[in-house]
């Protein structure tokens, strides 16, 4: 069976640090992986997605960035955090573009 | 862009009730998905439709994809306490190119 991770579960930073979350996928090889941000306000929003190695797609314009270094892994970055990067960090994968599966997520507060 | 709207936003009510909510496009989806999220966990997969007119059951819970493909509902009988938590639609398809369009969520208070 697959299964999700995501790394770590809560992180407090402080504004203007270096960034890195991680979301790693077990049991299936070439999954599509996005990458989600979730407010207190509860909307979910699509930040990237990759189909596959290398391969990222931005959403929305912003200060983090997303990197793909292996089949199964998906990192999210920031050279220098805002105080509105704080939120609910989520990862899920999908298997050619259809349902998704999510990870635990990572609670974010920057300071 | 596309968007879902869903309703309702929120819902109390008593333990035992029936749960009723759902969720509208102007687009045409060919997946409908249903999805709860308890407080600081990520969303969990209750129910997929891949066909219009498909109506669902996954124990108490009951879903259908709309004959337009624009619209989908919800269904949850003999609420429990465990049913507290945030509800969220999504549409997929060819014209959502791999990606889910989600609803704002349902969020579910149920008094025992």
């Known amino acids: 069976s697959q299964t999700i991770h995501q790394w770590p579960a809560t992180l407090v930073q402080p504004v203007g640090s270096p960034l890195s979350l991680e979301c790693t996928v077990e049991?299936?090889?070439?999954?599509?992986l996005y990458w989600y941000r979730q407010a207190a306000g509860r909307g979910l929003q699509l930040l990237f997605y990759?189909?596959?190695?290398?391969?990222i797609s931005s959403e929305v314009p912003q200060n983090l960035s997303a990197s793909r270094p292996q089949d199964r892994q998906f990192i999210l970055s920031s050279k220098k955090l805002l105080l509105s990067d704080s939120g609910f960090y989520l990862c899920a994968w999908s298997w050619e573009g259809g349902t998704q599966y999510f990870g635990p997520g990572t609670r974010l507060l920057v300071l | 862009g596309q968007q879902l709207n869903q309703s309702p936003q929120s819902m109390f009510i008593q333990e035992g009730e029936d749960v009723s909510m759902n969720c509208t496009s102007s687009?045409?989806?060919?997946?409908w998905l249903w999805y709860k999220q308890d407080p600081g966990e990520g969303p969990v997969l209750l129910i997929a439709l891949y066909k219009a007119g498909e109506l669902t059951s996954n124990g108490r819970l009951t879903a259908q994809f709309g004959i337009t493909r624009k619209d989908s509902f919800l269904n949850i009988s003999a609420s429990i306490p465990s049913d507290v938590g945030i509800y969220f639609c999504?549409?997929?398809?060819?014209?959502?190119?791999?990606?889910?369009?989600f609803g704002q969520g349902t969020e579910l208070s149920v008094k025992p």
């Open positions: 999504a549409g997929g398809g060819y014209n959502q190119g791999g990606k889910l369009i």
């Open positions: 049991g299936t090889s070439n999954p599509n």
């Open positions: 990759s189909v596959g190695i290398g391969q």
């Open positions: 687009s045409i989806f060919n997946t």
